[in-house]
């Protein structure tokens, strides 16, 4: 029997926040996956967290939940803190690349997953340029990357779930739409399993 370690680092939506369910994305991922292997996943989410604290706690947090007796696999969940913190594309991408290139070394498959729109124009105009800076890093590397934001910039369900929450949270059709786009773009394949019917 397989043994795979999940680690999944990333924002405010690793946690279910806003969705009635509590299931979020995460959990309606894991509910699709078959049974017989030994899957264990880590979820270590981190609200308003900048590239250069996800890259500091990568190691801190996520490397020693892996072992050597184990496949073990990083999902990276990204979020757009670093555009009200202020810091440039360049940089954000220089964290990425750094992140991903130390958890390649360490023999890491890795699978990541861009920010999603929040509804306000100004603000997406941003999150729109950092999420391409992230796609560009990721595929350079020949890692796979889930674009939320540009099926989700005009999806009605989703922005009217965003726009009535107070921290512009995805609710239940949110968090099932990015659960359909994580599992539509080689999810099974990463981990190397088929799709659970049930």
């Known amino acids: 029997m397989r043994s795979l370690r999940v680690?999944?680092?990333?924002?405010?939506?690793?946690?279910?926040?806003?969705?009635?369910?509590?299931?979020?994305?995460?959990?309606?991922?894991?509910a699709r996956l078959p049974q017989g292997d030994d899957v264990a996943f880590f979820p270590l989410a981190m609200v308003n967290e900048t590239s250069a604290a996800l890259l500091e706690r990568w190691r801190s947090e996520a490397l020693i939940r892996f072992s050597p007796e184990t496949e073990n696999f990083l999902v990276l969940s990204l979020g757009a803190a670093d555009i009200q913190a202020g810091v440039t594309i360049s940089r954000s991408r220089l964290n990425l690349a750094s992140l991903l290139d130390d958890a390649l070394r360490e023999g890491i498959k890795i699978f990541v997953v861009g920010p999603g729109p929040t509804g306000v124009p100004e603000y997406d105009y941003e999150v729109e340029h950092l999420s391409a800076g992230y796609e560009d890093v990721v595929k350079r590397r020949n890692i796979t990357f889930v674009d939320l934001f540009k099926p989700l910039k005009e999806h009605e369900g989703w922005l009217q779930e965003v726009s009535s929450h107070p921290r512009r949270l995805p609710g239940q059709v949110g968090y099932?739409?990015?659960?359909?786009?994580?599992?539509?773009?080689?999810w099974f394949e990463w981990l190397g399993l088929t799709e659970s019917e049930g």
């Open 176 to 186: 099932g739409l990015i659960a359909w786009l994580v599992l539509n773009k080689g």
């Open 7 to 30: 680690v999944i680092l990333g924002d405010e939506l690793l946690t279910g926040a806003g969705d009635p369910k509590g299931l979020g994305w995460l959990g309606r991922v894991e």
